[in-house]
Every structure is written in C-alpha cells, then in structure tokens.
C-alpha cells in the first residue's frame, strides 16, 4: 500500500495498533544516493574498519535523503501463519518553520530508481514530512517566539494569494459569514492558517477534507474564546504533531520494540538514527549504543542467509529476491507441513500478484519472509535428530535458534569478518600503474579492493575466495603481473626494511670485528 502525506494522518492510529500486536517487522529504504563522491576515496572498502566504514557512510547519509520507506508488519495468527501489512511510505524533509533541508541526488541512485518504477512526483508532492529531535526543537522554540517561516518558495506564493484572497473578501464581509480556500497541500494548509490568524485579528480558520480550510469572520471575543479550544487546530501541540509527520510512527515502532528486519541494513539503521532520532554522531560506539537503546533485536537476513548458505547446497545468488526465490524453491522445502505460512493482508495483496523489487514496502515484506524460511531452516536442523519439529513453532523459538545473529555488529563488540586471504600484485614493465588501474585489469574477471603497498606492489582483498582462485590461476604467467598470495614477512615494506637495517648493522658489526683484531694489552 502506498502511503502519501495526504493520507498518512488517517492511517496512523490504525497503525499504532498493528505495531502493537505484530510479531516482528520488516523494513527497507530507498535513498537518493549510497555513497558520496565527496570527499574523494569515501566508498567504503574491505580494507576499512568498522569505526572507519561508519564514518564514511556518516558523510554520505548527512548529504542524501530517503525517499520511500517500507514497513512489513508481521502479526502471527492461527496456526503457523503470519498476516504481512506491508507499506510504502513517501517521504519528504519538512519544510515547516525549519531550517532549509538540503540534500543530494546521485544521478545512478536516481536511474535506478526511475528504471525500477519509482514515482518522484509522489516523493515531491506527497511526501510525508519528517525531522528528527533537534529539528523538532528548534521548530517548538521558533514557534513559541513567534519566529516561524516557510521556507519554501512555492509555499510563500501559495500564502501570498490566501492573504491576497482574504483581505479582498473580509472588507465586504459580515460577522459570521465564511469563505474557502482551496487546492492546498498538507502543510501548506497548516501554514496558511498560521499566517492569516497572525495578519488578521477577526477571522478563524479550520481545515476541511481535501486540502481546503474554512475562513469565518468572528469578533476578537470569539476570536479569544475559541484559540486554545478543543475547536483550535493550530495549537501548538497540533503543529509540532503535523511537523513531525513519519518521526511520529518512528517513535511508535521505538516505543514499541519489536524486532525489527533488514537486509543489509546498516545505511538503513543510520539513516533511521540521523533523520527520525538524532543527527548521526562522530563515534561509531555512540551510534551502536543509540541503535541498540532504540531497537534492542535487531536481525540482519543477509547475515543469516550467508552463514547458512555453508550447510544448504543453495545457488549462489547476491539478491534479496533471489535469496526470497531460493528459499521457496520445492528443492529447498518440499511439502514441510510445519513450515511458516506467509499471506498477504487484502489491502497488500498486489504483492503476491506482482513482483516489485527495490519497492521498498516489497522488500520490507521479502526481509520478513526470508527471516521466518530461514529460521524454520535453523528450527529443522537443530530437532531433525530428535524428529521434535511442532506443528506450530512459535516466533520465540525461531528468535532462539537465530540468536547468535540477533544484534550481530549492531551493539558490543564487531565480529571480525572472514575474508580470503590477501593478494600482493608485483608490477613489470607497466609504469605508473595506480590502484584505479589495477582495478580496471582485474574487474572483468573478478572484484577486488585495492590499495598500494609500496612504488610497483599492490594489495589485493575480495570477500570470495573463488576471485581468489580465479586470479591466481589466470594471472600465473602473465608477463606483467606478478600475483601471489600476501606473506607478512617476505612483502610488508616495514618488515623488509627492518630485515635491510638488521643486516646492514650485523655486516658492520662482523666488518668491526674483523677488522678491529684483538684488544691490545697493557
């Protein structure tokens, strides 16, 4: 289900409820840009660290923006059957009384997106605002100074010819008599209200369906009586809720700790933190502690599938589809009665019709999917010797046999990564070759990160060991690149040249020894 600003208010005590009663929930975002170009060399890389990959996806999530949100609410029912609510929300920053968001488009990000269907006027004009604590506080204090502006341009033209309309009408109007003003948007009919009730001391407003608000001429004492009434619907409580806009299910789902399901959601889990939460620290520590306080279970399914691709004679695919695919193959799961029932709720059900990959509604529903399969997996594995598999396997007995993945390298300690073993590449008869040329030599064969080592030797790290193979096997003879597995002692520059200044002393001492001749008595 798509979900836009216009509807978004209407929908939220429902979802409230459905949050409350779900089982878990899976989530996805769409974003316009991954990594940033700036500064250079800011693609994360195998050789980083987990404190320096994070601060190189901090820099790219402070210049890009979400544009869609998707939320898969799993709620468990009879049987082994889980109902999926899942939605797209249409997200937009907020323009209301705060400073002007500016954000960025990768223009690969955004052919992406358009190759994969995506609607940008519904990100652009129905987009659901949002900020996060600090905007949120900035805006109560502008608001409470009478400070506030628009900060939109379209937005001042639309107050301009409200006002212009007003004025024009109020001269010749009587006490009580109203008008309308129509073909305003979510936010623009709240700001429009704000300003003619500061420009004109007799007048009330009140917003109807469909993007009007109602203008009535009143006397300053019913002007009085009705401001801060049950009838004010620009108290200031009021504003801050229609501000808030998605911040406002954030806190919900925070509120509500439920396990919460990506798929390689760390950028997801940052973007969360710095639009909806707070702005993203510099120390990584930091943010994991925030992450963790926020969401206490959280399960990363490409962790999962790849540590159980060792014990399952899966495909090898890269995906979340695929991996989805794989999954509920008849190979993989042939007719398993106990098996976890997956049916999409009426108002979703053009997922089980259509695929509808990089939809960000889509593939919240393929995490939540993928998590369950892949715990009824685990749940087999582990009782197939005692043939004790119930019937009906409750979700804390999957959550029990996924619990080495539950908040792996989300909070304590990272779990170092396995990667094959290094490469060193040894150049002849090509100068000046950089990283970026290397690069370029190796990727139609394979992927691998590249850094310099020295003038012509170059470091080479994949996270596949059949790249490994590959490389040492096709690059054997070839009569400039010398390629061989990375010994520390025969190749680190430091340890050669600490070998170079041993034997450089121990030639000296051995020269002074020979050469001195025996001490001379007295």
Not at 252 to 270: E, Q, R, S, T, Y
Not at 308 to 327: A, C, G, M
Not at 386 to 396: G, Q
Not at 478 to 502: A, D, E, F, K
């Amino acid at each position: 289900m798509d979900v836009g600003a216009a509807g978004f208010g209407r929908l939220l005590p429902g979802l409230r409820d459905r949050v409350r009663r779900a089982a878990f929930l899976g989530i996805d975002m769409e974003f316009t840009g991954l990594y940033s170009a700036f500064p250079q060399n800011n693609q994360p890389s195998l050789f980083d660290s987990p404190a320096g990959r994070y601060l190189k996806v901090r820099q790219s999530v402070q210049r890009f923006t979400v544009t869609q949100l998707g939320l898969a609410i799993f709620s468990k029912e009879n049987s082994n059957k889980y109902v999926v609510h899942s939605y797209n929300f249409f997200l937009f920053p907020s323009t209301l009384g705060v400073t002007d968001v500016e954000f960025t488009l990768s223009a690969s990000s955004i052919q992406f997106l358009s190759h994969y269907g995506f609607d940008f006027n519904k990100f652009l004009k129905d987009g659901i605002p949002y900020m996060n604590e600090l905007q949120e506080k900035s805006l109560n204090q502008r608001l409470s100074e009478g400070s506030w502006r628009a900060c939109s341009a379209v937005d001042r033209d639309v107050m301009k010819k409200a006002i212009d309309e007003v004025t024009s009408w109020i001269v010749a109007a009587e006490e009580g008599e109203t008008m309308i003003l129509k073909d305003l948007s979510g936010s623009q009919m709240l700001e429009v209200q704000l300003v003619l009730r500061e420009a004109l001391q007799n007048v009330w407003t009140q917003p109807l369906e469909d993007s009007e608000v109602v203008v009535k001429k009143v006397s300053p004492q019913q002007r009085r009586l009705l401001e801060n009434s049950s009838y004010d619907y620009c108290r200031k409580e009021l504003i801050l809720m229609s501000a808030r806009g998605f911040t406002n299910l954030f806190q919900i789902l925070v509120k509500a700790k439920k396990p919460l399901v990506g798929h390689n959601m760390f950028i997801d889990l940052c973007h969360l933190h710095d639009k909806f939460y707070k702005p993203l620290p510099e120390s990584y520590e930091e943010f994991k502690r925030n992450i963790h306080n926020l969401f206490p279970v959280l399960i990363d399914t490409k962790t999962i599938t790849k540590s159980i691709w060792k014990n399952y004679q899966f495909p090898r695919v890269s995906t979340l589809l695929d991996v989805y695919e794989v999954l509920c193959s008849s190979n993989l799961n042939p007719t398993d009665p106990t098996g976890p029932v997956i049916a999409l709720a009426s108002d979703c059900s053009r997922y089980a019709e259509k695929k509808s990959p990089h939809e960000a509604g889509y593939d919240a529903f393929l995490c939540g999917s993928v998590l369950l399969k892949s715990a009824h997996l685990l749940l087999r594995r582990v009782t197939k010797c005692s043939d004790t598999v119930e019937a009906d396997p409750s979700f804390s007995q999957y959550l029990t046999v996924l619990a080495e993945y539950l908040n792996k390298n989300f909070s304590g300690e990272d779990v170092p990564s396995q990667h094959p073993p290094l490469l060193v590449v040894r150049v002849r008869g090509w100068p000046q070759m950089n990283e970026r040329q290397i690069y370029q030599e190796l990727k139609a064969l394979c992927r691998f990160d590249v850094r310099r080592l020295s003038g012509n030797q170059f470091i080479l790290l994949s996270n596949k060991f059949k790249h490994v193979r590959l490389v040492l096997r096709d690059y054997k003879h070839h009569p400039n690149l010398q390629i061989s597995v990375y010994r520390h002692w025969r190749h680190s520059p430091h340890v050669n040249c600490l070998l170079q200044v041993s034997g450089i002393v121990a030639l000296w001492s051995l020269l002074a020894f020979v050469l001195g001749g025996p001490p001379c008595s007295s």
